[in-house]
């Protein structure tokens, strides 16, 4: 198991930009694509970017393409998400996540079994 700890969420205004950090402790952390997912007040938690196991590999929400990068440490075992140009849309709760070991790099929410406990992100206007 993994266990995942946020931080670099707040308030911004519209243009701005924040980096979100996510640490990983417990199983070896290389062997876990991961992925950062939002969830804004009544909607569905969606994937915004995913990253595999060595860096390889990233996806990107088309909401966010050009305006987030995700990027990875296996040596200090930490993935982050830089997020640039932000629009008020962009307010949510963002969680880090990570997939079930052993399965190429997806996006679908049911193929993450670990996340964190979120940290909010407000873009005002």
């Known amino acids: 198991q993994v266990q995942l700890v946020e931080s670099g969420g707040g308030s911004v205004q519209v243009g701005g930009s924040l980096r979100l950090s996510c640490a990983a402790s417990?199983?070896?952390?290389?062997?876990?694509?991961m992925g950062w997912f939002r969830q804004a007040p009544g909607k569905e938690r969606d994937v915004v970017a995913a990253?595999?196991?060595?860096?390889?590999?990233?996806y990107y929400a088309n909401s966010v393409k050009g305006r987030f990068t995700i990027s990875r440490d296996n040596a200090k075992n930490t993935v982050s998400l830089v997020m640039n140009n932000l629009k008020p849309e962009d307010t949510a709760v963002y969680y880090c996540?990570?997939?079930?070991?052993?399965?190429?790099?997806?996006?679908?929410?049911?193929?993450?079994?670990?996340w964190g406990q979120g940290t909010q992100v407000t873009v005002s206007s």
């Open positions: 996540e990570a997939q079930l070991p052993g399965r190429a790099l997806t996006t679908r929410p049911e193929d993450y079994g670990y």
């Open positions: 417990g199983d070896r952390f290389s062997d876990y694509p």
């Open positions: 990253i595999s196991w060595n860096g390889g590999v990233t």
